[in-house]
């Protein structure tokens, strides 16, 4: 969570205040009211959050709902349900156990798919953690899939990277051939994995957000 939160305003009576950036609509009487920084107590708090097993595990079912060919025009932007490109193939969609950075509580999440759409990856993990933190059942997702249209948040795009290209096809079509695999290196991916990305990631969420 940011130090210092931005709220972009969406009233006429905020527009020409100072730091309106600073503004967020009231829903009650549409009256600006200034969003202070959060408190080292709050932070605190942010810090020593640590999920529950139960919320673990159905978050990790929910990831699963995702597994499979779906119509995913809710999860981007510029496509409608009838369009046969708004279908895509996940393969798996999986989530750690939990481990502590600086204190923090982390998860990482891999999703291997055939293709994927902009915004898509973001908005699937954003609906999951909407849907737990406001307590909605997440058979919500099977909906998102229908017809029906949906506005669904997405996640900031921190951390989200291409880990492997996974070239199953060419070990089919060519099966005399060499197969194309990262196996063999896998002992020095792992390191350079942990060093250059991992660590980097935890500390630039650290530096800019608390």
Request: neutral net charge.
């Amino acid at each position: 969570m940011p130090a210092n939160p931005i709220y972009y305003p969406n009233s006429e009576i905020a527009k020409d205040l100072p730091n309106k950036e600073n503004y967020v609509k009231k829903v009650n009487n549409n009256e600006p009211v200034e969003i202070p920084p959060y408190t080292e107590e709050e932070i605190q708090k942010f810090r020593d959050f640590r999920i529950s097993e139960e919320k673990l595990e159905t978050f990790r079912k929910a990831l699963e709902m995702y597994v499979g060919s779906h119509n995913y025009h809710n999860f981007t932007v510029g496509k409608k349900f009838e369009e046969e490109s708004s279908t895509r193939y996940i393969i798996s969609f999986k989530c750690s156990d939990p481990f502590i950075r600086n204190g923090v509580e982390w998860l990482s999440l891999k999703i291997q798919g055939q293709a994927f759409m902009i915004h898509q990856i973001r908005k699937m993990i954003g609906f999951v953690v909407m849907l737990l933190r406001t307590s909605t059942t997440i058979e919500l997702i099977s909906t998102a899939f229908t017809k029906i249209k949906m506005n669904i948040p997405k996640v900031p795009g921190d951390g989200l990277w291409l880990d492997q290209v996974v070239i199953q096809s060419y070990s089919k079509r060519f099966p005399n051939n060499k197969p194309i695999t990262f196996e063999p290196y896998k002992d020095k991916i792992e390191p350079f994995r942990e060093k250059y990305i991992y660590s980097k990631i935890i500390e630039e969420e650290h530096n800019s957000n608390w």
